[in-house]
């Protein structure tokens, strides 16, 4: 949201204002007539309806937290958490790593360009290209981490820096967060709390590293087109300085703008599916980049996509009553990925699941 908000007067000095500018009678011409350079206070949109993404603190102690993310995940489908335990350092590294990784000698990178969704390492731009409407401002590199990683020697070297396997670290402290985040989902459901996690819903790793540099007309087009996840759940590492990140809340585009050190979390599909629509997969998108600087943006997704398994997921059982019915039939994590890669990006893939006797139920 514009931020450039300041010189809110008081009501009455607003009602005085609007009246003397009334009384002019030369409207806002008469303004620009009169050389008027900053926009005068009565104009400016007022910020006391801004909405802000929830902030969890993970080190609060006090069992609030469990509630918190429970109102955020249904509410928002998006929450920041800070206090998560992990280093500064390897976060930086992370992205540091990611520009090396972009910024290198074409030919190097090169090797990795494919549209081949069967590699497990491999970057890109736009991976629905040749399907969206328009392309996004962006290319991304993508990482299998689990399960089943390739060889190690299979990850583009930009990652091992100063005795350092960076991939590796961080995605370690990821899944320790990860399997604090799904127990506290868990419980925000009422479940046990390793529901989740006995569900496999942490077995699966895919970094995507994006790069969205600077774009010569950013009004014109998108860094990321509107999407939701098709995972279960998403980290996102945030450029620290460069923001753009937008969320749907009320059906505004709510900023959430870079903060050093909080990582952001958002519910895929997946949740949205497994929870019975307890929990929400909110729309996102990112702004094209106007800063001179390249904006840098690590997602690690929770999800199984690459494992062709026969397992299914629907919603969950213990969350299913007379009064609250399955609303999605089954699926397979690999059937699912391939019905979203087909359809645009966006909740479509998972309205195709939900079962028609419910539709009628879900427009009231
Ligand atoms: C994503 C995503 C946002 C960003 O990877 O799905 O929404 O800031 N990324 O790059
Ligand atoms: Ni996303």
Redesign the pocket.
């Known amino acids: 949201m514009d931020s450039n908000l300041e010189g809110q007067n008081s009501e009455a000095e607003r009602a005085k204002a609007l009246k003397d500018f009334d009384d002019t009678k030369a409207g806002v011409k008469g303004l620009v007539d009169a050389g008027i350079t900053t926009l005068p206070p009565i104009f400016v949109i007022p910020d006391d309806h801004e909405f802000k993404v929830p902030t969890v603190d993970l080190q609060n102690t006090n069992k609030s937290i469990v509630g918190e993310i429970r109102e955020a995940c249904k509410s928002w489908g998006f929450f920041k958490v800070i206090n998560h335990g992990i280093p500064q350092d390897v976060m930086d590294e992370m992205i540091e790593g990611v520009r090396r990784f972009y910024e290198q000698e074409q030919e190097e990178k090169v090797q990795f360009y494919s549209r081949d969704n069967t590699r497990k390492v491999r970057y890109t731009s736009n991976f629905d290209l040749y399907r969206s409407k328009f392309a996004s401002w962006r290319d991304t590199l993508m990482c299998h981490m689990a399960p089943n990683p390739p060889e190690h020697d299979q990850y583009p070297s930009v990652f091992c820096w100063n005795g350092r396997d960076i991939l590796k670290d961080y995605s370690e402290q990821l899944n320790k967060l990860g399997d604090t985040l799904f127990r506290l989902i868990s419980q925000a459901l009422g479940l046990v709390p390793n529901h989740l996690i006995d569900m496999e819903c942490a077995k699966g790793n895919v970094f995507?590293c994006?790069y969205y540099p600077t774009c010569p007309e950013p009004a014109k087009t998108l860094g990321?087109a509107k999407?939701t996840?098709p995972d279960f759940l998403?980290i996102?590492l945030?450029d620290q300085k460069i923001g753009?990140?937008q969320v749907l809340h009320q059906n505004q585009w709510i900023d959430i703008p870079p903060e050093k050190g909080t990582l952001v979390i958002n519910v895929g599909d997946l949740l949205q599916l497994i929870s019975n629509d307890k929990f929400r997969s909110v729309e996102?998108r990112?702004l094209a980049n106007p800063t001179p600087s390249p904006r840098i943006?690590v997602?690690y997704f929770f999800t199984t996509n690459f494992e062709k398994s026969d397992k299914k997921y629907g919603p969950i059982k213990e969350l299913l009553t007379p009064e609250s019915p399955a609303l999605y039939r089954e699926t397979t994590i690999a059937d699912y990925i391939e019905s979203f890669a087909n359809a645009a990006l966006g909740g479509a893939a998972l309205a195709k699941l939900r079962l028609p006797a419910m539709e009628a139920k879900q427009k009231d």
């Open positions: 995507y994006h990321h999407h996840d998403t996102l945030q753009g990140l996102h990112v943006s997602g």
